[in-house]
Structures are given as C-alpha cells and as structure tokens.
C-alpha cells in the first residue's frame, strides 16, 4: 500500500495551519482541490479567496462532496468535515507547493515559452510515464495558483514530475520557478504572444528566461535554436550555471535537428538527426511546430539519460491535445465533415503554424474568434493571417471579435466572409454553410470564443473512430 500523499501533521506543518478542532485530527489527504465540485474522500478543498469568488461560500459543497478536510482562513461552526485554519489560504498552497516539491527526489523538468507549453508537457508526461512513475501539470495550469496545486499533488516516490509555467507580466516565471527548482528548463520559442503586457519582444525573452533562476546546480537548459532571441536566453542559462545547453530545431547547428515531417491521414512520419545518428517515429499531430516541439522533448528525454529509440517510439501513441490541432470526422447534421479543432488559444506564431499544417487538407469553412493580449498590434498582427488565409482559399471564413471582423475585409473575394456577433450567430451560419465532405478549421483566443463554438458543433457531431490508429503499445521508431 502506497504512503498517503500527506499526513494530517505534515499537511499542518508545511502550510502552518492549526486545527479548528484540535480534539480531532484530519485522516490522510490523497488529493488537493480549489474546485468544490471536483472534491471526493480524501481530498483537501483550499478555499481561495478570488476576486469573483470566494471559495469559503462553497465549504459546504466540498464537505457534501466527500472532501476529507477544508484549509480555511474563515472557519464555519457548522462544517460537516475537518477545517485547518491559516491566515492565507493562497499563500498557504504555495507552501504547500514548495514543500511537496522540496521532498521530492526524482527529475523535474520545468517548461516555458510563448507558445507549446501545455503541448510539450504533454508529449514528455506520455513518454515518461514508460520510463517510471511520473506526475505532470493538469491541462494548462502554470500560473500561480496552477503550479502550487500541481507540486502539492506532487507524489513523494515520483520518479519524474514536469511543470508548464505561464506569465502575464516581468517577474511571475522566477516566482514560479523558485517553487518549480527545475533540474532541466526548456524554453519552445519565444513570439509576441504577450505583446499587450509588454514593451518589447526583448521584454518576452527577458521575462520568459527567468525559468533559469531556478534551475538547480549541474542543471540542464533546452532551446529551440530558431529562436532570435537564442543568445539572449543562452547567456541568461549561463548566468544560472546550467551545466550544458542542448538546442534543437530544423537547422544544421541544432543537436537535435528535424529533417524531415511527411503527413498523413493520421499524422505524420518525423525524421530527425541527434548526434550524426538519424531518428525516425510516427506522430498522430498534424504540423511542422508539433515535429520540431518533439525533438525539444527528446532533447529532455536524452538529458535524463534515457533510451532516446524507445521514447520516440512512444510518441505514436501521444494524442494531440484537446483544442491543439485534434481531428475529428464525424456526421453533423447529415454531412460527413472533418473537424480540426484547435480552438484552445491562439497567437501570430501558432495561426501561422496551424495554417501551415493544413496545406495539404486545406479547409472549406475557417471559424476564427480574433487574438488577444496583442495590444497595439492588435491590428497589424490580425491583417497579417489575410495573405495565409487567402492562400488556403477556404470556402466560407466566419468571424468572431471586432479585431477579426475589421481583418477579414482584406480576404479575396471568392471566400465568402461573415461576421457574427456572439457563438450562437456563428453555429447559426455555420449551419447554413456547412457542406458534405468539409473540412471545418476552428481557433481563436481562450477569451475570444471560439471554443464555444467548438463545443456547439461536437455536441451535434457523430464521431467516427479514427481509421488505422496507431497501436496502444507503441509505434515504430528506428535510429540509424
């Protein structure tokens, strides 16, 4: 039987709490939550205080739910479960992250960049796992309540633990990073994703090579060697003593250096070079940036000293995350359609990447909610998807957000463009547009909507299970 992931005293020592009735001390905590309806037995429910919510109005919620105990700043004398009292239930999860991270022993590798983040933590939590016991970030959750949640449900006898880290702002990543104390930091690429919060892109590298700060001694720093800001993030590793630099990319420089990715109906057939030895695995992603994030990935799998052949073997089996780029086909509304949702988030750097994927299945009908966060480049950066628009030559092109309304004036005009006001317009007018046979493109920004759509459409789709699939024990790699 496995050891709980806390014990009652070391749950009160690490986040220095007492016990609202002392008489009576809290069974073991096998889970820790910030959301009452995810709570069940054996669960701490921490209640955030948020500035749309307050988590101490759901005590309740989480005890019925089953929640093993409550940390609280604000006790309730009629709670049905145990309550540990702190001053600040936020500050108090990130002791609680630290120090679920300090008594871990195995290998962490912390991850960064403007864009690929939750992709490639994904890809190396899917490779790892064949290698030993192994505990990653929750779908995107790498700011700074996301990575307190993830290292304080950090098992103590993992053998490799990943973390994604996110910034809005100069300062959060070496916040997060001191708690992270990666022993391997990988930075995918740096763009203007965060141009609203920052003066320049030289201000994004700055703020994103903070994830070296943490980087613990004899450390190892991952980088795409594409990247233009590559010395400014090499010096930054240097300066943080990082024991060896491994780059990757499409280049001739790069150590682990992408070939070659042909796709197909499920994928693609990556070929690569590392260490004058050349590499070959299947992938069910569709697109250059998925290829290129894998040889970052394997960059880390080779600086765990692992098998580098058996791990690329295992991406074969690695799915393409939910709103990144998954294909679906499917019946909606008596039409056969293929659904490319990539609906999760959007930027200059990954519109440009998705387009780029679907060159050789072009889509009818593009579903574009606009790009936030882009500040006063807002409008250039929109009218520049127009020529990669144009050159996909799609049907119809249904907008949502101003941003997106104003750009899509510049599409040919053999695409029919509408704009709609809100996600029902738009289901509205994909309805009335929608073709047997299309092929159905849908991405945006998290806040801009998109996804909402999204899920409209699958909730009325028929999905087909994917034709020649590849097998559940692993695909083929060869190293030559």
Same mark, same amino acid.
């Given at each position: 039987?496995?050891?709980?992931?806390?014990?009652?005293?070391?749950?009160?020592?690490?986040?220095d709490g007492a016990l609202f009735d002392p008489s009576v001390a809290c069974a073991p905590i096998s889970g820790i939550e910030i959301d009452s309806r995810n709570c069940s037995s054996g669960d701490l429910f921490v209640a955030l205080v948020g500035d749309q919510q307050d988590g101490h109005d759901f005590l309740a919620q989480a005890a019925n739910a089953g929640a093993t105990a409550c940390l609280v700043s604000r006790p309730?004398?009629?709670l049905s479960t145990i309550q540990i009292i702190v001053d600040d239930t936020l500050a108090s999860l990130a002791s609680l992250g630290a120090a679920g991270r300090n008594r871990f022993k195995g290998s962490m590798i912390g991850v960064t960049g403007s864009v690929g983040k939750t992709g490639t933590k994904d890809m190396l939590s899917h490779i790892l796992t064949n290698f030993g016991k192994t505990h990653a970030s929750k779908r995107s959750y790498n700011n700074h309540i996301g990575v307190p949640i993830t290292l304080s449900n950090l098992p103590e006898d993992c053998d490799f633990a990943i973390q994604e880290m996110g910034m809005n702002a100069a300062g959060e990543i070496a916040s997060l990073t001191s708690l992270v104390l990666p022993d391997i930091a990988m930075i995918t690429r740096i763009t203007n994703t965060h141009s609203g919060f920052f003066d320049t892109m030289e201000d994004i590298a700055r703020a994103k090579a903070e994830i070296f700060q943490g980087l613990k001694a004899g450390g190892i720093a991952v980088l795409n060697l594409h990247d233009p800001f590559l010395p400014q993030l090499k010096k930054a590793a240097d300066k943080a003593g990082a024991e060896r630099i491994i780059t990757f990319g499409c280049?001739?420089?790069?150590?682990?250096?992408?070939?070659?990715?042909?796709?197909?109906?499920?994928?693609?057939?990556?070929?690569?070079?590392?260490?004058?030895?050349?590499?070959?695995?299947?992938?069910?992603?569709?697109?250059?940036?998925?290829?290129?994030?894998?040889?970052?990935?394997?960059?880390?799998?080779?600086?765990?000293?692992?098998?580098?052949?058996?791990?690329?073997?295992?991406?074969?089996?690695?799915?393409?995350?939910?709103?990144?780029?998954?294909?679906?086909?499917?019946?909606?509304?008596?039409?056969?359609?293929?659904?490319?949702? =990539?609906?999760?988030?959007?930027?200059p750097a990954s519109m440009t990447a998705a387009f780029a994927s679907m060159k050789t299945t072009p889509p009818k009908i593009m579903i574009l909610s606009e790009m936030?966060?882009?500040?006063?480049?807002?409008?250039?950066?929109?009218?520049?998807?127009?020529?990669?628009?144009?050159?996909?030559?799609?049907?119809?092109?249904?907008?949502?957000?101003?941003?997106?309304?104003?750009?899509?004036s510049g599409? =040919?005009?053999?695409?029919?463009?509408?704009?709609?006001?809100?996600?029902?317009a738009a289901l509205e007018i994909f309805?009335?547009?929608?073709?047997?046979?299309?092929?159905?493109?849908?991405?945006?920004?998290?806040?801009?909507g998109s996804w909402r759509v999204r899920d409209a459409i699958?909730?009325?789709?028929?999905?087909?299970?994917?034709?020649?699939?590849?097998?559940r024990n692993g695909g083929n790699s060869h190293a030559a």
């Open positions: 039987m496995s050891a709980p992931l806390w014990t009652c005293d070391d749950l009160m020592l690490a986040c309730q004398n009629d280049e001739d420089k790069a150590d682990f250096r992408l070939l070659e990715a042909r796709q197909n109906d499920i994928g693609m057939s990556v070929r690569g070079e590392v260490a004058g030895h050349e590499l070959t695995f299947d992938m069910q992603m569709h697109g250059v940036h998925w290829a290129q994030n894998a040889f970052g990935v394997l960059a880390c799998v080779e600086a765990l000293g692992l098998d580098l052949e058996m791990a690329a073997a295992h991406l074969a089996t690695c799915q393409t995350p939910e709103g990144r780029g998954k294909r679906l086909s499917g019946q909606y509304r008596h039409c056969a359609i293929t659904l490319i949702d =990539d609906s999760y988030n959007a930027s936030l966060e882009l500040g006063k480049d807002t409008t250039p950066e929109h009218n520049a998807l127009i020529p990669q628009i144009n050159a996909l030559s799609p049907r119809v092109v249904i907008a949502l957000g101003p941003a997106m309304h104003a750009a899509i599409l =040919d005009s053999s695409i029919v463009s509408i704009v709609a006001t809100d996600m029902n309805d009335t547009v929608i073709k047997d046979g299309d092929v159905v493109f849908i991405k945006g920004s998290l806040g801009s699958l909730s009325k789709l028929t999905v087909h299970p994917s034709p020649n699939a590849p097998s």
